[in-house]
Each structure stands twice: as C-alpha cells, then as structure tokens.
C-alpha cells in the first residue's frame, strides 16, 4: 500500500501542473491575440502611431509572459514568433502596410496554433 501512495501522489502533482501551465498559456494566448487584432486593425486603417505602440506592446507582452511558457512548449514556434514581432515593431515604424499585415497574420496564425495545441484532444494526447 506504501508503494501507492507516491505515484498516485506524483500522478496527482503532475495533472495540477498541467491544469496551471494549461490555463497560463492559454491566458497568455488570449491576450496576446487581443493585441495583435488590435494591431491589425491600426495597420489596416494606416494608423501607423497607434501600430507600432500596439506592436511594442506585443513585443513586451511576449517577451515578459512567454519567459515562463518556454518551460513546457516547443521554442520552435515561439522563436518564430519573437522574430516577426521583432520584425514588425520596424515595419510598423517605417509604415509598410504589406509587411506589416504579412508579419502580424504570421504572429496571430502561430499564437493560435499553441492555443490549439493545449486542447485536451485525442489527436493532442497521441
């Protein structure tokens, strides 16, 4: 009975993890997101202050909240999108449209893809 207890204890640590990294991530998505449409939209309508506001604003959100989801996603993807915000807080500042809304889908597309990623599905599981 002894030998029970400490997986069953470890089996129960590990669900509550994955329930919190779970949840930070995909609160960390949602807001993220919110900015990026917010920045879409500025470069949409050629507000090109509010846009590169909107974009360094992304750039810091990610850079402080994605510290932590690095831990337990892949960096692949999340070095992808540290580049096109990299990349678009200057295209943004030299007011290229195409660029910009180029580099911003590329930026909501992946953020949406780890946010699909953390569904508990059974094509996720396997």
């Not at 990294?21 to 807001?31: A, H, I, V």
């Not at 999108?81 to 449209?97: F, M, S």
């Not at 195409?98 to 059974?122: A, D, P």
Request: with cysteine; aromatic share 10%.
């Amino acid at each position: 009975m002894k030998k029970v207890i400490l997986p069953f204890m470890l089996f129960l640590a590990m669900l509550v993890g994955l329930y919190y990294s779970t949840k930070y991530t995909n609160n960390t998505c949602d807001k993220l997101l919110e900015i990026a449409y917010e920045t879409e939209s500025s470069i949409a309508f050629e507000q090109w202050d509010n846009a590169y506001i909107n974009s360094m604003a992304l750039l810091t959100s990610y850079e402080k909240d994605m510290s932590i989801v690095t831990l337990f996603l892949n960096h692949e993807e999340l070095d992808i999108i540290y580049n096109e915000a990299l990349k678009l807080t200057q295209y943004t500042k030299e007011e290229d449209k195409t660029h910009s809304l180029s580099s911003i889908h590329l930026v909501k597309s992946l953020i949406e893809g780890i946010k699909e990623g953390q569904k508990i599905t059974l094509r996720n599981v396997l």
